[in-house]
């Protein structure tokens, strides 16, 4: 009689974070749609992300557990990594059931960029461990190279004497490495330190890039591979989802797309930070000047400010709201109607960046958005704010890349004035590129691959691929 045959199933542990979740998501959904591969994800908690999920996908909620014996300033990064670690059990429990239940076993067990300590707990358990990587190659190596650059420099980052120069990666100055490498007295740098050592642990990276983009960083990793020092990395992306037709965009986005159809082709500047972007009070007052001054048309994303305290001497509001149209300069809304949209719900990113109407994108720069922007060709102004957000600009606005302008804030305050605002915008619409410096305007800047607003460039020539 006849072995039955089970379907491999896959078990991705993900942290918190859309950014992180819908990578994860693509990638599962694209696995059960090309070979028949199921998957658990696990999280750290709920996701909007995982709201709807195609038949293969399922999901699994580790038990919260406190952290507020952490400094309250403790740094983001180290909140997460502290509750990666203080799941450990419960992660091993959860594995040992699905081995045990699963018809399949586990086939394979994936960590998420920022939760490699679990590799170990898998190890143990003899089952294939892979970290899966939602940025870009080159990050992975800056990360990869942290202990490194710990054991053989002691000055800040943003002071080392020369750029970081790493096989097959851009040169990269100090201050565009992530921001947890930062500053090594706190406590968050040795735990990135950890984390690179960590990664060690896998039998593979599954990195959402592909050839076309990291050629070069992809070759060298090869090398690097091949001598023993990683483990093989694998590209698997741009995992970016297709966009659905106006007429089946979610309702609260609807809004957004019927004002796109009402503008001319390649008009529109979209203006988003991601699920997570905000600006302080002065930054987004100072934006929103300088989209009034640009003449360009636009949809404008807004977030509440990082620093609503101080939205009452900036905006003359109270600051006591969560609406963020409460916190744009008086007047600005009515003055700009009938060239530009702000809103403040869910916007669809990918069905925006795929109309016709859109010539442009301000962008904080993360990975997922990036590639957004490089599926759709839509030339994007690079305005990165934390994370490894500024490394991804520096790809962007490189010759290779040639898809952004990029931002530099004043050093004496962080604020790209509203005067800079405006010409970039300008600029970026214009269908040029370059590097925009904030106190000395256009560097460099020249007609662009990224094309004229209206021409848009199609998806990458490249195959993505699947494990």
């Known amino acids: 009689m006849a072995q039955a045959v089970h379907a491999p199933h896959v078990v991705v542990l993900t942290s918190p974070g859309v950014g992180h979740v819908a990578p994860v998501v693509e990638l599962a959904t694209r696995l059960a749609a090309h070979h028949g591969v199921t998957t658990t994800v696990v999280t750290y908690g709920s996701s909007p992300a995982l709201a709807s999920l195609p038949p293969g996908l399922s999901t699994a909620v580790l038990p919260a557990v406190a952290v507020d014996d952490l400094p309250s300033d403790a740094h983001i990064v180290t909140r997460i990594l502290t509750v990666v670690h203080r799941t450990l059990p419960h992660l091993r429990a959860l594995l040992r059931s699905l081995l045990a239940s699963t018809p399949a076993g586990v086939t394979a067990f994936l960590a998420d960029m920022l939760c490699p300590a679990p590799l170990a707990v898998a190890e143990d358990l003899r089952v294939p461990r892979y970290v899966f990587y939602p940025s870009s190659l080159m990050s ?34 100090g201050a565009d490495l992530v921001d947890p490498v930062q500053e090594r007295a706190n406590p968050v740098y040795e735990l990135l330190v950890r984390l690179g050592l960590d990664y060690l642990r896998c039998d593979g990276f599954i990195v959402n890039t592909f050839d076309a983009l990291e050629h070069d960083t992809l070759e060298a990793f090869k090398e690097l591979s091949d001598k023993g020092v990683y483990a093989p990395a694998y590209a698997v992306g741009p995992l970016v989802r297709s966009p659905v037709s106006s007429a089946d ?41 300088g989209l009034e001054a640009s003449g360009q048309r636009f949809l404008w994303v807004a977030r509440v400010p990082n620093d609503m305290d101080k939205c009452a001497s ?103 004035p509203r005067e800079e605002v405006a010409k970039a915008a300008r600029e970026l619409m214009a269908g040029k590129k370059g590097a925009v410096a904030a106190g000395g305007g256009a560097e460099g800047v020249g007609a662009g691959r990224a094309g004229a607003p209206g021409a848009r460039r199609r998806r990458p020539d490249v195959e993505v691929c699947c494990f």
Request: aromatic content about 8%; overall charge negative; proline content about 7%.
């Open 249 to 289: 965009v979610a309702a609260g986005g609807r809004r957004c797309m019927t004002w796109l159809d009402e503008q001319p082709d390649g008009s529109v500047l979209y203006v988003c930070f991601g699920s997570g972007g905000t600006l302080s009070a002065v930054q987004t007052a100072e934006l929103a000047a």
């Open 140 to 173: 992975l190596c800056t990360l990869l190279y942290t202990p490194e650059l710990a054991r053989t420099t002691s000055c800040e980052c943003r002071d080392l004497p020369g750029p970081v120069l790493l096989p097959g990666c851009l040169p990269l100055h």
């Open 314 to 416: 900036y905006f003359g509001g109270d600051g006591d709201h969560d609406d963020p149209l409460g916190y744009l300069p008086e007047g600005f809304v009515e003055r700009t109607k009938a060239v530009g949209l702000v809103v403040s719900e869910w916007a669809p990113q990918v069905e925006i960046l795929g109309h016709r109407a859109v010539g442009g994108f301000v962008s904080h720069c993360g990975w997922n958005s990036a590639l957004e922007a490089m599926a759709a060709g839509v030339p994007v102004l690079a305005w990165p704010l934390f994370a490894e957000q500024r490394m991804n600009a520096v790809k962007l606005a490189s010759e290779a890349v040639g898809l952004a302008l990029r931002v530099t804030p004043r050093e004496e305050d962080g604020v790209v």
